[in-house]
């Protein structure tokens, strides 16, 4: 096994206790080991101190804004609490909105909704889809980031003087690489020139303190599954005008004042973007994860992810043929996530013999952020390593001992090339616990006629 360097030599411990820490899964070969979760960039376990808050919560779960029972009254103070328990985690101005959305996606599309009519964004190439996408329905100014973040912000300046932009959208920490952006300097930039700014913190806010007032960031978007609060809520927080502006985004109940037979008056923000009944369990559960991280702070999140993540970084290193993906030469941060490809190897079928024979989940593929992996991994593709709160330098091991072992020697199974990827051929692990597909294949052939 790749020894990691002696500096990141001793045990670390989770930070925080998750939901499935000690899961054991099925492998091919017939052992049954401890799930090793390393994709915690894509989604991220629950905290549990986040899964108890809501197993109490749901005693008094109730319609939120729409009941005069004790259950409806309590659940929508609890929202109402979760909103603002959320801003104060982002670090909002007073007399910053924060709308419940269902993710980052969601929100950064509502933003998108909002923008004054004839706007122009200005946006990196290294984005992930969902804050490069939305933009399109704008006039949208790609940036293509330079070797250096200072020749890049430099790059971005340009383009936001030469178009009159009046957003700039930013990643707070990439997806694929983990560098972390110079958040403040963009807001001064942006503002020097009359625009906003929005940051993508679907990474960021899980792993670094996010102070939008200090920062002087305009918008900011997250998604609670990625706060270890995969309850299906995520936000968007920042300058209310735009919002109050804008008609709903869902036009619906809730979203409404006054409606007419052919006429509206829309409610005003936060309720005029939440058309629906509202994610209470998702709202609640994402305060929760904002108070726990809170509470542990973030100088302990950081220690912890940086040990470990110097110890995969000395593994892989050790690794005969794996090149690490970056973007600049001089970002200051990164969080713990590696993105890399293995020169010689199909990473589909590398990511692939690690879940089937040594129980490990990574992420191979382009990480929905196609002009980027275009751009940084030749071949196109790349596996991605990335940990969290819940992770241990045991985890850690695991993977290098097991990434090692599948470089050197190969696969020791077989494997097919489906549309979904390559899968284990023959597959004897039972991939329905829950034994749903069963249950559905029963009583779907006993809706068969006989023939
Ligand atoms: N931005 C970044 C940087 C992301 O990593 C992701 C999720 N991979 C998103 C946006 C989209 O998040 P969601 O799928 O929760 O909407």
């Given at each position: 096994?790749?020894?990691?360097?002696?500096?990141?030599?001793?045990?670390v411990?989770?930070?925080?206790?998750?939901?499935g820490?000690g899961t054991?899964?099925?492998?091919?070969?017939?052992?049954?080991?401890?799930?090793v979760?390393?994709?915690?960039?894509?989604?991220?376990?629950?905290?549990?101190?986040?899964?108890d808050?809501?197993?109490?919560?749901?005693?008094?779960?109730?319609?939120?804004?729409?009941?005069?029972?004790?259950?409806?009254?309590?659940?929508?103070?609890?929202?109402?609490?979760?909103?603002?328990?959320?801003?104060?985690?982002?670090?909002?101005?007073?007399?910053?909105?924060?709308?419940?959305?269902?993710?980052?996606?969601?929100?950064?599309?509502?933003?998108?909704?909002?923008?004054?009519?004839?706007?122009?964004?200005v946006?990196?190439?290294?984005?992930?889809?969902?804050?490069?996408?939305?933009?399109r329905?704008?006039?949208?100014?790609?940036?293509?980031?330079?070797?250096?973040?200072?020749?890049?912000?430099?790059?971005?300046e340009e383009a936001?003087?030469?178009?009159?932009?009046?957003?700039?959208?930013?990643?707070?920490?990439?997806?694929?690489?983990?560098?972390?952006?110079?958040?403040?300097l963009?807001a001064?930039?942006?503002h020097?020139?009359?625009?906003?700014?929005?940051?993508?913190?679907?990474q960021?806010?899980?792993?670094r303190?996010?102070d939008?007032?200090?920062?002087?960031?305009?918008y900011?978007?997250?998604?609670?599954?990625?706060?270890?609060?995969?309850?299906?809520?995520?936000a968007?927080?920042?300058?209310?005008?735009?919002?109050?502006?804008?008609?709903?985004?869902?036009?619906?109940?809730?979203?409404?004042?006054?409606?007419?037979?052919?006429?509206?008056?829309?409610?005003?923000?936060?309720?005029?973007?939440?058309?629906?009944?509202?994610?209470?369990?998702?709202a609640?559960?994402?305060?929760?994860?904002?108070?726990?991280?809170?509470?542990?702070?973030?100088?302990?999140?950081?220690?912890?992810?940086?040990?470990?993540?110097?110890?995969?970084?000395?593994?892989?290193?050790?690794?005969?043929?794996?090149?690490?993906?970056?973007?600049?030469?001089?970002?200051?941060?990164?969080?713990?996530?590696?993105?890399?490809?293995?020169?010689?190897?199909?990473?589909?079928?590398?990511?692939?013999?690690?879940?089937?024979?040594?129980?490990?989940?990574?992420?191979?593929?382009?990480?929905?952020?196609?002009?980027?992996?275009?751009?940084?991994?030749?071949?196109?593709?790349?596996?991605?390593?990335?940990?969290?709160?819940?992770?241990?330098?045991?985890?850690i091991?695991?993977?290098?001992?097991?990434?090692?072992?599948?470089?050197?020697?190969?696969?020791?199974?077989?494997?097919?090339?489906?549309?979904?990827?390559?899968?284990?051929?023959?597959?004897?692990?039972?991939?329905?616990?829950?034994?749903?597909?069963?249950?559905?294949?029963?009583?779907?052939?006993?809706?068969?006629?006989?023939?």
């Amino acid at each position: 096994m790749p020894s990691p360097s002696s500096s990141s030599n001793c045990a670390v411990a989770p930070l925080l206790p998750v939901v499935g820490a000690g899961t054991t899964v099925p492998l091919v070969t017939g052992e049954e080991v401890r799930y090793v979760g390393l994709d915690v960039a894509a989604t991220s376990p629950a905290l549990v101190p986040v899964v108890d808050h809501v197993q109490r919560l749901l005693g008094y779960y109730g319609s939120v804004h729409r009941g005069a029972g004790f259950a409806s009254q309590v659940s929508t103070d609890l929202y109402e609490a979760s909103r603002q328990q959320i801003g104060v985690f982002v670090g909002a101005r007073a007399d910053d909105a924060v709308v419940i959305t269902r993710n980052t996606t969601d929100a950064l599309g509502l933003l998108s909704h909002v923008l004054p009519a004839d706007s122009t964004v200005v946006h990196l190439d290294v984005e992930h889809h969902a804050n490069l996408l939305p933009w399109r329905a704008h006039h949208a100014v790609v940036v293509l980031a330079a070797p250096t973040l200072g020749e890049t912000l430099q790059r971005l300046e340009e383009a936001v003087a030469g178009s009159g932009a009046r957003l700039i959208a930013v990643t707070g920490a990439s997806n694929v690489t983990g560098e972390v952006l110079p958040l403040d300097l963009l807001a001064d930039l942006a503002h020097r020139h009359g625009a906003r700014l929005v940051v993508d913190a679907a990474q960021l806010a899980p792993h670094r303190r996010l102070d939008i007032a200090a920062t002087g960031v305009d918008y900011v978007a997250l998604s609670g599954h990625k706060l270890y609060a995969p309850f299906g809520a995520g936000a968007l927080v920042g300058r209310r005008d735009w919002l109050e502006a804008a008609p709903a985004y869902l036009p619906g109940g809730g979203a409404v004042r006054e409606v007419g037979v052919d006429d509206v008056e829309w409610a005003p923000v936060p309720a005029r973007h939440e058309g629906g009944t509202p994610n209470l369990v998702g709202a609640a559960a994402l305060a929760q994860a904002c108070r726990v991280l809170a509470g542990v702070g973030p100088r302990a999140i950081e220690d912890h992810e940086r040990a470990l993540h110097a110890r995969l970084e000395a593994a892989l290193e050790a690794v005969p043929g794996v090149r690490r993906l970056q973007v600049w030469d001089d970002a200051p941060d990164r969080l713990a996530v590696s993105s890399f490809v293995v020169d010689g190897h199909d990473h589909g079928l590398v990511t692939a013999a690690l879940a089937a024979e040594h129980g490990i989940g990574v992420r191979d593929g382009r990480f929905c952020a196609h002009p980027l992996l275009a751009r940084l991994a030749p071949g196109g593709t790349a596996i991605r390593v990335s940990l969290g709160v819940g992770t241990s330098s045991e985890d850690i091991d695991r993977f290098a001992t097991a990434l090692a072992a599948v470089v050197a020697a190969g696969p020791r199974w077989t494997y097919e090339r489906t549309e979904a990827g390559w899968a284990p051929t023959p597959d004897p692990r039972d991939l329905d616990p829950f034994a749903i597909r069963a249950e559905v294949r029963r009583e779907t052939s006993a809706c068969e006629p006989a023939s």
